[in-house]
T-cell receptor, first 116, second 117 residues
Framework: AQKVTQAQTEISVVEKEDVTLDCVYE???????LFWYKQPPSGELVFLIR??????QNEISGRYSWNFQKSTSSFNFTITASQVVDSAVYFC?????????????FGQGTRLTINP | KAGVTQTPRYLIKTRGQQVTLSCSPI?????VSWYQQTPGQGLQFLFE???????NKGNFPGRFSGRQFSNSRSEMNVSTLELGDSALYLC????????????????FGPGTRLTVL
């Protein structure tokens, strides 16, 4: 069965600190997709990144970076020089659908608070 | 391009009643998925519709049902409401077709917050 674990329930840091959000997943499939979503207080989930299981290249987008390691089944997310606007709940998710049916399995989320 | 819209945004019902929630996907998107978010269970997949057909279903009782119309708009219905149905119900849309479409990013609406008293 698919499973996503975000062991960190809450993280609180001071602005400008770097912070890493951990994500560990379980799947029996060789082809799958991993996602990170951000949920601000408004409630709407905002897409951040998608990775397929064959692409282990790390990615950087501005202050955000992602480290995908199949060997440890992890897909960690780092925010560099955090800002108050980064405060939100962050979800890691897994999709095993190769074609067609859309279904995401989410982790429990990590509530990130950036203090000024 | 308009995003995913959900109506109503807030709803208060009493136990035993039924409720219908509506979702309008992004123009051109044919797949609509529904998720339930609660503090205890987190985000859980309810079901997904594509071209008016349910393609995938989560582990929820039969009281939860849905449908999709020819214009891709979708509704979900919960009958005989229970206190535990209080949640944020999120709808997401994506193109939903073609090889690799299972990995398409899903665009989420703002959700409908349902409170059951």
């Amino acid at each position: 069965a698919q499973k996503v674990t975000q062991a960190q329930t809450e993280i609180s840091v001071v602005e400008k600190e770097d912070v890493t959000l951990d994500c560990v997943y379980e799947t029996r499939d060789t082809t799958y997709y991993l996602f990170w979503y951000k949920q601000p207080p408004s409630g709407e989930l905002v897409f951040l990144i998608r990775r397929n299981s064959f692409d282990e290249q790390n990615e950087i987008s501005g202050r955000y970076s992602w480290n995908f390691q199949k060997s440890t089944s992890s897909f960690n997310f780092t925010i560099t020089a955090s800002q108050v606007v980064d405060s939100a709940v962050y979800f890691c998710a897994l999709s095993e659908s190769i074609q067609g049916a859309q279904k995401l399995v989410f982790g429990q989320g990590t509530r990130l608070t950036i203090n000024p | 391009k308009a995003g995913v819209t959900q109506t109503p945004r807030y709803l208060i019902k009493t136990r035993g009643q039924q409720v219908t929630l509506s979702c309008s996907p992004i123009s051109g998107h044919r797949s609509v998925s529904w998720y339930q978010q609660t503090p205890g269970q987190g985000l859980q997949f309810l079901f997904e519709y594509f071209s008016e057909t349910q393609r995938n279903k989560g582990n929820f009782p039969g009281r939860f049902s849905g449908r999709q119309f020819s214009n891709s708009r979708s509704e979900m219905n919960v009958s005989t409401l229970e206190l535990g149905d209080s949640a944020l119900y999120l709808c997401a849309s994506t193109r939903g077709a073609g090889l690799g479409s299972g990995g398409n990013e899903q665009f989420f609406g703002p959700g409908t917050r349902l409170t059951v008293l």
